[in-house]
């Protein structure tokens, strides 16, 4: 089990010595005949809560999908923990919960995390040891008192905790969210980023959540903010409310939003920028791009 007790240091000067937990140059994805992600450069800190937020259909999946190296027509540099992304070493060092809650409906809450903990650590030697995790993972999620029930009569909010619950077992370094906290009550809804938080600032784990709801924003340590395919922003939410003189990161990026339309509006500057409207052509002659990982 990682553990580290040494807290996020928001300078970034005492996890130096690490790699980031993430660091993308050049990334592009291409799915079917189209390039979904247009060149992006960016950084996930450690032990950090890092928000992927943007409208329906912008590359969240896609980018957390290149991240957990379950995305084919990868191209540019894509690290994670310091290692190419899709590394068979970091299976165990990254959860990943996808949108769909992936559970057996005709086992219990308790048999499922048994189950993928006897995947994860396997062996009679070990089943003290996955006891507790699962024991801990349950109760990560607030489940214990649902631990005997099948999966498939619980809501579709217990569900996704099931799911949660399966990414947090064997406690990675990185944990990738897809939407965790989408149809949930507001309650639910607090109750999990709170989690997040405790894990982040107790165990000093990773977390990169996406969202498209931008009061989630608010919560996260930094923003990576996307609109089609490009990165509007990458910055904590405080920076960005201050830079764009809004009362919240929903203005801030309603702002940014108009920015780059303006500027992709103007002439064409000598040398393209970072937005992702001044990008040359998503099918342009990078032979990146048809690279497959
Ligand atoms: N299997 C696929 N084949 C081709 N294109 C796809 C496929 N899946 C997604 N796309 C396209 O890739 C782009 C990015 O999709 P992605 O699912 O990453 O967006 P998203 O920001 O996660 O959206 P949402 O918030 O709705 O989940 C979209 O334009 C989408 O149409």
Same mark, same amino acid.
């Given at each position: 089990?990682?553990i580290?007790?040494?807290p996020?240091d928001?300078?970034?000067t005492?996890v130096?010595?690490?790699?980031p937990a993430?660091r993308?140059?050049?990334?592009?994805?291409v799915r079917?005949?189209?390039?979904?992600?247009?060149?992006?450069?960016?950084?996930?800190?450690r032990?950090q809560?890092t928000g992927l937020?943007g409208?329906?259909?912008c590359?969240?999946?896609?980018l957390?999908r290149?991240?957990?190296?379950? %995305?084919?027509?990868?191209?540019?540099?894509l690290?994670?923990?310091g290692l190419?992304?899709?590394d068979?070493?970091?299976r165990?060092?990254i959860?990943y919960?996808t949108q769909?809650p992936?559970?057996?409906?005709?086992?219990?809450?308790? %048999?499922n995390l048994d189950?993928?903990a006897a995947?994860?650590?396997p062996g009679?030697?070990?089943?003290e040891r996955r006891?507790?995790?699962?024991?801990?993972?349950?109760?990560?999620?607030?489940l214990?008192?649902r631990?005997?029930?099948?999966?498939?009569n619980l809501s579709g909010? %217990?569900?996704?905790r099931?799911?949660?619950?399966?990414a947090l077992?064997?406690?990675?370094?990185?944990l990738v969210?897809?939407e965790p906290?989408?149809?949930?009550?507001?309650?639910?809804r607090r109750?999990?980023?709170n989690l997040f938080?405790s894990?982040? &600032?107790?165990?000093?784990?990773t977390?990169?959540?996406s969202?498209?709801?931008?009061?989630?924003a608010?919560?996260c340590h930094r923003l990576?903010?996307m609109?089609e395919?490009?990165?509007l922003?990458?910055?904590?939410?405080?920076?960005?409310?201050?830079?764009t003189g809004?009362?919240?990161?929903?203005?801030a990026?309603?702002?940014?939003?108009?920015?780059?339309?303006?500027a992709?509006?103007e002439p064409?500057?000598?040398?393209?920028g970072?937005s992702?409207?001044?990008q040359?052509p998503?099918t342009?002659?990078?032979?990146?791009? &048809?690279?497959?990982?």
């Amino acid at each position: 089990m990682i553990i580290r007790s040494r807290p996020p240091d928001p300078t970034g000067t005492a996890v130096s010595l690490s790699p980031p937990a993430v660091r993308a140059e050049g990334l592009t994805v291409v799915r079917g005949t189209r390039t979904v992600l247009h060149g992006l450069d960016f950084t996930v800190p450690r032990g950090q809560i890092t928000g992927l937020l943007g409208p329906s259909g912008c590359g969240k999946s896609t980018l957390m999908r290149a991240t957990v190296g379950t %995305q084919a027509k990868v191209g540019g540099t894509l690290e994670v923990l310091g290692l190419p992304a899709g590394d068979a070493a970091l299976r165990s060092r990254i959860g990943y919960v996808t949108q769909a809650p992936s559970v057996y409906d005709d086992l219990t809450v308790r %048999q499922n995390l048994d189950y993928f903990a006897a995947i994860l650590d396997p062996g009679r030697a070990a089943a003290e040891r996955r006891h507790a995790d699962v024991t801990r993972v349950i109760a990560d999620v607030d489940l214990t008192s649902r631990a005997d029930a099948l999966a498939g009569n619980l809501s579709g909010g %217990q569900r996704s905790r099931v799911s949660l619950a399966v990414a947090l077992l064997g406690a990675p370094e990185l944990l990738v969210l897809d939407e965790p906290t989408v149809g949930l009550d507001p309650v639910l809804r607090r109750d999990l980023w709170n989690l997040f938080h405790s894990i982040a &600032e107790e165990r000093g784990t990773t977390l990169l959540i996406s969202s498209h709801v931008m009061d989630e924003a608010e919560r996260c340590h930094r923003l990576l903010l996307m609109r089609e395919g490009g990165i509007l922003a990458d910055d904590t939410p405080e920076a960005l409310r201050e830079r764009t003189g809004s009362d919240t990161v929903e203005a801030a990026f309603l702002h940014l939003v108009d920015e780059a339309v303006a500027a992709a509006r103007e002439p064409a500057p000598t040398t393209a920028g970072k937005s992702p409207d001044a990008q040359p052509p998503a099918t342009g002659p990078d032979s990146r791009e &048809e690279t497959a990982r």
